[in-house]
Structure formats: C-alpha cells, structure tokens
C-alpha cells in the first residue's frame, strides 16, 4: 500500500503591517492646522466684508481667542479625566459644524459680525479643547527619545500647513468667494476627526484619580517649576504680540493699504514665513544638537521680532516678504519648549499642566487683537507693529536666559 503524499501546511495569511500610530496624530494635526490656515486669512475678509475697519477685524479674533482665556483650565481637566483620542474626534466635528454655519453667515449676510464672532467663539472652545488633548497625546504615541523629531515635524507641518499653503489657498478662496473657504475649512476639520479617530483609544486615569484632577494642581505644578512658568509667561507676550500683529497687518497689506495687495496676494505673503519654518522644522533636531537649545531660541525668537517689526518700519514689500520669512524661525522655539514640557511634567498631569501653560501662551492673543484695534485706532497699525516687535525682542530675552545651553532630558518631577 502506497502512502499518500504529505499535504501543505494551509498557509497563514502574512501578518497587517502594525499601523504608526503617529502618522494618524500627524494627519489629524496637519488637516487641522492646514484649515486654520485657510480660516485666518478668509476670517479678516469676512470681517471686513461684514463690518468696517480694524475694530471688526480686532472683534472676530478677539472672539476666537477669548475661549483660551475661559476655559482652558477646564479643557485640561477633560483631557486628564477622559479619552483623549475621543476628544480630538469631537472638537473637530464641532469645528465642522461651526464652519458650515459660518459659510452660511458669510454667504447669506446673516447676523454680520456679531453672527460671525459667535461662530468665532464657538471655534475657539473646540480648539481649546481638541489643541491640549492633542499635546497631551504626543507622548504616548512616540517614545520620549523621539519627542524633538515628533515635535519637529507636527511644529514643521504647523507652520507651513497655517502659515504657507493654508493663506495661500485661503487668499485665492476667498477671493473666489468667501463660501468656499469657509466649506473648505469645514471639509478639513472633517477630515482631522477621521484621522483621529483610527488612534488607539487613551482611556482616563481611574476613577479615584480622575475624581482628583483639579485646575489647581496644574497650576501648583506650573508655578513651582521656573522654567516651564518663564516659558509659559514668555510664549504669551510673543503671542500678544502676534495677535498685534494679526489684527494690524491685514489693514496694511490688503488694498487700499500701503502695500495695496489682493487677498490672494495677502494669503501668499503669510505663506512666505512656511519656507523657513518647514526648512527650520525638518533640520530642528540637528540644529539643536549643532548650535545647542539656548541659541536655537535666540534665534527663534530674533526672527519673529524682525518680521513682525518689518512692515511697521518699511512699505517697501521685499523687505517685508523677507521678514515674514524669518518669522518661520519661530519653530526652534516652539520644539524647545514644547519637548521640555512634555518631557517636565507627568502623564496624569499633563493635560492640566498643558492648559495652564497655554492659557498664559494663548491668552495673549485676545490681549493682542483688543490691544492692536486701540492702539490702531489712535495712532497707526505700523505703530502697533513696531510696538509688537519689540516686545518680542523682549519676551524672547528672558526666555532665551532660562534655557541651558544644551539639551537635558528632564525628569518627570524636574524643577
């Protein structure tokens, strides 16, 4: 009797390449930032186009701010309490209902500027919100070796996605119509919530923990660590300044303004500072490694201060072009103080502390906008430029004297 031949083994079916999970953050990050891009150039528009003036242009940004000075506090305790992933996912669809309403205001005339500040507002809680639990997330989704090379690429992706193809594609937009920025940003945002959703689920701490997290301990850990305070005092003067500087420069540089630009040619000129910043972004963590933290934020800091002084003290729109090139410098100081943050503080704090940091960072932007309007109003927006750029100048100083001149990772309960 002959033996039948031994059958194959049934073949396995070759194992799913295991999914980056930072590739999903990246995405969500990069769709998001790329419609604020769009959205802080289409925002102005509307507002002019809506109202008259600085004064409507300094109340819709005021009113997208506001929420940083509100309820940040609160935000850190949601992302500290609950699924971080989760809370990404919702505030972006509530950033995509909130631009399908805006698209309405803008296109129908409905409720002008009042209308259009609500929406303002309302997009301002969401990013409170989404903006900390995504900050919050970066360490767990890649080791803390790589958070300079993860922070380099979200900062890199940040500036050129908000401050290159997002004006530029917001200025040819919105000179088409103001509708379609509006539906664009919308799509995006959308887009971001897709994105975040295929992370893996981040639960909340337990339940006796979360029943712990406070407001005050994220404060009480921010104001006894120095540094991590100077960075957070210091990030909000430069953003002061910005804000300034949003609210000034779109009655400079749009026609009849001095530079006398179109809206397209306004959204390229903002987009000019993402050559810098992408160039910055992806050669960050050589560069830190090369000249050393402490003149990596010199440096940071020295080009903001010269592009935002620039088209206060000159018309001529070369050099003006060139300093919002330097402007994209600002990511040295963002990977720098954003990696020692992560690095200083403990996960189950994070997200608190990230909050009281970044209501002191972002809470200068409402300051600056309301600032800009007054101070434009009673003498000129190159006044408030050149005022911007020297308190940059300044901010950047003191931040640049508290930072070692190389990296040291930081431990958790670092002071």
């Known amino acids: 009797m002959t033996s039948s031949p031994p059958t194959a083994p049934p073949l396995r079916p070759a194992p799913r390449r295991r999914e980056n999970p930072f590739l999903s953050l990246w995405g969500s990050a990069g769709s998001a930032t790329l419609a604020d891009g769009i959205y802080q150039v289409a925002l102005p528009i509307a507002?002019?186009?809506?109202?008259?003036?600085?004064?409507?242009?300094?109340?819709?940004?005021?009113?997208?701010?506001?929420?940083?000075?509100?309820?940040?506090?609160?935000?850190?305790?949601?992302?500290?309490?609950?699924?971080?992933?989760?809370?990404?996912?919702?505030?972006?669809?509530?950033?995509?209902?909130?631009?399908?309403?805006?698209?309405?205001?803008?296109?129908?005339?409905?409720?002008?500027?009042?209308?259009?500040?609500?929406?303002?507002?309302?997009?301002?809680?969401?990013?409170?919100v989404g903006d900390t639990a995504m900050h919050s997330i970066t360490p767990r989704v890649v080791p803390e070796a790589e958070l300079e090379r993860a922070n380099s690429r979200l900062q890199a992706t940040e500036l050129v996605t908000n401050l290159f193809l997002g004006p530029s594609l917001g200025g040819v937009l919105a000179g088409l119509a103001l509708g379609w920025a509006f539906?664009?940003?919308?799509?995006?945002?959308?887009?971001?919530?897709?994105?975040?959703?295929?992370?893996?689920?981040?639960?909340?701490?337990?339940?006796?923990?979360?029943?712990?997290?406070?407001?005050?301990?994220?404060?009480?850990?921010?104001?006894?660590?120095?540094?991590?305070?100077?960075?957070?005092?210091?990030?909000?003067?430069?953003?002061?300044?910005?804000?300034?500087?949003?609210?000034?420069?779109?009655?400079?540089?749009?026609?009849?303004?001095?530079?006398?630009?179109?809206?397209?040619?306004?959204?390229?000129?903002?987009?000019?500072?993402?050559?810098?910043?992408?160039?910055?972004?992806?050669?960050?963590?050589?560069?830190?490694?090369?000249?050393?933290?402490?003149?990596?934020?010199?440096?940071?800091?020295?080009?903001?201060?010269?592009?935002?002084?620039?088209?206060?003290?000159?018309?001529?729109?070369?050099?003006?072009?060139?300093?919002?090139?330097?402007?994209?410098?600002?990511?040295?100081?963002n990977v720098v103080t954003v990696s020692y943050r992560q690095r200083a503080v403990p996960d189950h704090l994070l997200g608190r502390v990230t909050a009281a940091y970044r209501l002191l960072a972002f809470g200068g932007l409402p300051l600056g906008s309301a600032l800009a309007g007054v101070v434009g109003a009673a003498a000129s927006p190159h006044t408030v430029l050149v005022g911007a750029g020297v308190l940059v100048a300044g901010a950047g100083l003191v931040m640049t004297a508290v930072t070692p001149a190389t990296r040291h990772p930081a431990r958790k309960d670092s002071r």
Do not use: K
């Not at 929420?67 to 992933?85: T, Y």
């Not at 669809?93 to 609500?118: F, P």
């Not at 490694?289 to 201060?305: E, P």
């Open 47 to 128: 507002a002019l186009r809506l109202g008259s003036g600085p004064e409507s242009v300094a109340v819709v940004y005021t009113a997208t701010r506001l929420p940083w000075a509100l309820v940040a506090l609160h935000a850190g305790v949601l992302v500290d309490r609950m699924d971080r992933r989760l809370l990404m996912l919702v505030a972006n669809a509530v950033r995509t209902l909130m631009l399908v309403a805006g698209a309405l205001v803008v296109t129908l005339d409905a409720g002008g500027v009042g209308a259009l500040a609500a929406v303002a507002f309302v997009l301002g809680v969401a990013e409170t």
């Open 183 to 333: 539906g664009a940003v919308a799509l995006l945002y959308l887009a971001a919530a897709l994105s975040a959703a295929r992370l893996a689920r981040v639960p909340p701490r337990p339940a006796a923990d979360a029943a712990r997290a406070t407001v005050r301990d994220g404060l009480a850990f921010l104001f006894t660590r120095p540094r991590l305070a100077v960075y957070a005092v210091g990030v909000g003067m430069l953003n002061v300044a910005y804000g300034a500087f949003q609210t000034a420069m779109p009655v400079i540089a749009l026609r009849p303004g001095p530079l006398y630009l179109t809206e397209a040619q306004f959204g390229l000129l903002l987009g000019s500072a993402g050559l810098s910043g992408l160039a910055a972004g992806l050669l960050a963590p050589a560069v830190l490694r090369r000249i050393g933290s402490r003149t990596s934020m010199l440096l940071g800091v020295g080009g903001l201060a010269t592009g935002i002084a620039l088209p206060g003290l000159t018309d001529g729109l070369p050099l003006v072009v060139t300093g919002m090139v330097c402007t994209g410098l600002l990511v040295l100081v």
